[in-house]
């Protein structure tokens, strides 16, 4: 079933699959938030999901990706409306190296670490009942074939309405054609969704590093459509991490930020956050490699359910 979708993404009958869905009506959620969708993308690797991919797939929406606030955002609660894991079968840096789990593998630790999502968080229902929680429910797993950020958010801002559009018109009794792509904007029902791109500062390079672009002046120009009202609208939000023991502990946001950053994070299309403090040491590098010396440090780093997957299939030259 996984590999099947894998090979339709990769042969191009379809630009994005979705995997997994907490329920069947991704990416509405339950509690009607307004015309915009608030979705945060979690785009890694996941070789394998660490608890540092928990800590920022969970982190709570940030009040400065303006103009994404409103007065609307008073009454809405501080949680993302829909949560998307996203895994790329064409990473622009990484490819597949010997002992890596293979992507049908990384897809089910993915779910796994969705499911714990689900169970681990709650969040209000409303205002009116500060006390009741409820179980954070509005998560998937997709898969996409695309490198970079930039071609990346258009296919999934074309896979969200079409997708949105589908769910309306099922509800409406009306089944849509599999190949109609190009929704009128009256199926959407006005709902818009907008896209949060939720990163480390060693991803964050990437968005802003000339050579993913034909040139720099191309590469602003891109970016530019990406965060521009006018193009995707689309937000990134950055997890202040350590990156290696040699660093330190803290740094300033004009350290870890590239140079060509510095137009979007001032107007906060470029928000920084802080995680956990051990979660903001972990990656999946280091998890790999405590795993590989034998160090039993590497099942702090993941959750139960990802480190008992790790065990029973032997990724990562586990011990015996």
């Not at 979708?5 to 329920?23: D, F, K, Q, T, Y």
């Not at 890596?100 to 205002?127: F, K, P």
């Amino acid at each position: 079933m996984l590999s099947t979708l894998i090979n339709r993404v990769r042969a191009g009958e379809s630009a994005v699959e979705l995997v997994w869905s907490s329920h069947e009506r991704w990416p509405l959620p339950r509690v009607s938030g307004g015309d915009d969708l608030r979705v945060a993308i979690l785009d890694s690797s996941f070789n394998p999901p660490t608890r540092a991919h928990l800590a920022l797939a969970t982190a709570p929406y940030p009040t400065l990706l303006q103009p994404w606030t409103s007065a609307l955002q008073e009454s809405r609660n501080s949680a993302y409306d829909a949560t998307l894991l996203l895994l790329s079968v064409r990473n622009a840096d990484k490819q597949l190296a010997p002992g890596d789990a293979s992507y049908v593998q990384r897809l089910e630790m993915m779910i796994l670490l969705a499911q714990d999502i689900v169970l681990g968080r709650g969040r209000l229902v409303n205002n009116d009942t500060p006390g009741l929680t409820r179980e954070y429910d509005n998560v998937a797993v997709a898969i996409i074939d695309e490198p970079t950020f930039v071609g990346k958010s258009r296919s999934l801002l074309q896979f969200l309405r079409h997708h949105l559009s589908r769910l309306f018109e099922a509800s409406a009794g009306v089944v849509p054609s599999p190949a109609d792509n190009d929704t009128p904007a009256t199926m959407l029902r006005t709902v818009l969704p907008r896209l949060a791109f939720l990163v480390g500062v060693d991803t964050l390079e990437r968005l802003f590093a000339p050579r993913y672009y034909m040139s720099e002046d191309a590469m602003l120009a891109a970016l530019r459509n990406f965060f521009s009202s006018d193009g995707d609208n689309a937000r990134v939000v950055c997890a202040r991490r350590n990156l290696s023991e040699a660093m330190r502990k803290e740094v300033e946001d004009d350290d870890i930020v590239p140079g060509a950053a510095q137009e979007f994070v001032g107007t906060n299309h470029v928000t920084l956050i802080d995680i956990g403090d051990f979660e903001k040491t972990i990656s999946s590098t280091k998890n790999r490699l405590s795993l590989k010396t034998g160090d039993s440090v590497w099942r702090s780093m993941v959750n139960p359910s990802v480190a008992e997957y790790i065990l029973e299939h032997g990724l990562y030259c586990t011990p015996a």
